[in-house]
């Protein structure tokens, strides 16, 4: 079983920065696509940055210029470096892996906490 563990979530002011991580259980590589989603207490979960198995990379406007997704092979491990933050960036951040196959499987961390102060 896939597993997913997010860290570096914290309290940060506005217009700091923070640096997630994500640790997979296998080969990154062994993933078509591995993304980064957030959610805040009563919303819909939101796509913050994603990129495929051949480095491709995609970000929504709310994010774009500021959040950068990366990942580290050898370490099997994702990356979100996301600068000048704004309060609207309090979430808890999660982790998503996707895997297909004969049929396509997601995976998802249990998530850490990102809380922008203004």
């Known amino acids: 079983q896939v597993q997913l563990v997010e860290s570096g979530g914290r309290l940060v002011q506005a217009g700091g920065s923070l640096r997630l991580s994500c640790l997979a259980s296998e080969s990154v590589n062994n993933f078509n696509v591995m993304a980064w989603y957030r959610q805040a207490p009563g919303k819909q979960r939101e796509l913050v940055a994603d990129?495929?198995?051949?480095?491709?990379?995609y970000y929504p406007d709310s994010v774009k210029g500021r959040f950068t997704i990366s990942r580290d092979n050898a370490l099997n491990t994702l990356y979100l470096q996301m600068d000048n933050l704004k309060f609207e960036d309090t979430a808890t951040y999660l982790c998503?892996?996707?895997?297909?196959?004969?049929?396509?499987?997601?995976?998802w961390g249990q998530g850490t906490q990102v809380t922008v102060s203004s």
């Open positions: 990129m495929t198995r051949y480095g491709s990379t």
């Open positions: 998503s892996a996707r895997q297909i196959k004969a049929t396509t499987v997601d995976y």
